[in-house]
């Protein structure tokens, strides 16, 4: 497809279970990002990629959340033993190198986590 | 930090009614700067953009002018429709690929 895509669209699991969501961008955009978006919130930053490089990694909210990125395309964000704060949707978007004219984000459509 | 400060909502409006939202923002450099859309039940989607100061940005009879002298990016249309309502975001990207989202103001309006 054209468009950004995320795997799964829903997750549930368990308090203390991890959990991997993916990201697949748009095919030649270099800069990719992860958002969190709780009930009723604003999009609260988490990474980004550019290329297989994350040079800003400040709003991971713990160190039980890591990302990665491979061959400068699909994204995984890890989250290790979930905790309940952890239920949000989680926003994947891409976007053509910092800087170019055209560099406006195209989201996905999101994976809505549920930890019970 | 960079930072985008955006009128709290919820918004409230009749049919017709003229809208501003207010953002402003800090950054070092010469950000882009964005408004995005999420109407209910759908994914984030671009409404506008500009690059540089004095820029215009407009779609869908929406219009913002970057003004850098007042750091602000203010979301204006003149005429607004049921079909406006949803959730807005103002947003920056820094010339190094860093994205700051304002936290969002949610437009309702009413026939």
């Known amino acids: 497809g054209a468009g950004v895509s995320q795997s799964p669209s829903n997750k549930v699991t368990e308090k203390g279970k991890d959990v991997e969501l993916r990201c697949d961008p748009i095919?030649?955009?270099?800069?990719l990002y992860w958002y969190r978006q709780s009930l009723g919130q604003g999009l609260e930053f988490l990474i980004y990629f550019q290329g297989n490089s994350a040079p800003d990694k400040s709003g991971l909210p713990s160190d039980r959340f890591s990302a990665e990125r491979t061959g400068g395309s699909v994204s995984t964000l890890t989250i290790q033993r979930t905790q309940q704060e952890d239920s949000a949707v989680y926003l994947c978007?891409?976007?053509?190198?910092?800087?170019?004219?055209?560099?406006?984000?195209?989201f996905g459509p999101g994976t809505r986590l549920t930890v019970l | 930090g960079d930072s985008v400060t955006q009128m709290e909502g919820p918004v409230t409006l009749s049919e017709e009614a003229f809208l501003t939202i207010n953002c402003t923002y800090t950054?070092?450099?010469?950000?882009?700067l964005f408004w995005y859309v999420q109407y209910p039940g759908e994914g984030l989607q671009l409404l506008l953009k500009a690059t540089k100061a004095d820029d215009k940005g407009s779609n869908k009879g929406f219009e913002a002018t970057y003004r850098k002298e007042t750091t602000s990016f203010h979301l204006e249309k003149g005429s607004v429709q049921v079909s406006d309502s949803a959730v807005y975001f103002c947003a920056l990207m820094s010339n190094a690929g860093k994205s700051t989202f304002g936290d969002g103001t949610t437009l309702t309006v009413k026939p």
């Open positions: 950054a070092t450099g010469y950000p882009s």
């Open positions: 978007a891409s976007s053509l190198a910092p800087g170019h004219p055209y560099n406006e984000q195209f």
């Open positions: 095919s030649g955009h270099t800069a």
